[in-house]
């Protein structure tokens, strides 16, 4: 009952930033957890951020603290990631998903049922 559709990605320069924004729609949506995640080519699927359904709580990635903030808007249907001093290293492609599930289990894709399609971000050096 919830869909998603990422957008904001693209090629920016080493030390350059993005805005990544997350569109949520659904009767449901604004009661999930919204995660940010990425895949690198031949990687797997990393965790990098989350916030509560709330908006209240905030969960980040050893990678990308201090450089990427997570936010919801007003209205609660809208997840963005600020991605900021960008490393060509952070070369991905990003996915949104929502979810629910105890905290404990925030990290792992396993506990999202909603994805969007993903959007291509690429830092060039």
């Known amino acids: 009952q919830v869909q998603l559709v990422e957008s904001g990605g693209g090629l920016v320069q080493d030390g350059g930033s993005l805005r990544l924004s997350c569109a949520a729609s659904g009767r449901t949506s604004s009661s999930y957890r919204m995660v940010w995640f990425r895949q690198a080519p031949g990687k797997e699927r990393e965790f990098v951020a989350a916030?509560?359904?709330?908006?209240?709580?905030?969960t980040y990635a050893d990678s990308v603290k201090g450089r990427f903030t997570i936010s919801r808007d007003n209205a609660e249907n809208t997840v963005y990631l600020q991605m900021n001093s960008l490393k060509p290293e952070d070369t991905a492609v990003y996915y949104c998903?929502?979810?629910?599930?105890?905290?404990?289990?925030?990290?792992?894709?396993?506990?999202?049922?909603?994805w969007g399609q993903g959007t291509q971000v690429t830092v060039s050096s």
């Open positions: 916030i509560s359904a709330s908006g209240t709580t905030t």
């Open positions: 998903a929502a979810g629910g599930g105890p905290p404990y289990l925030r990290r792992y894709t396993t506990s999202y049922d909603y």
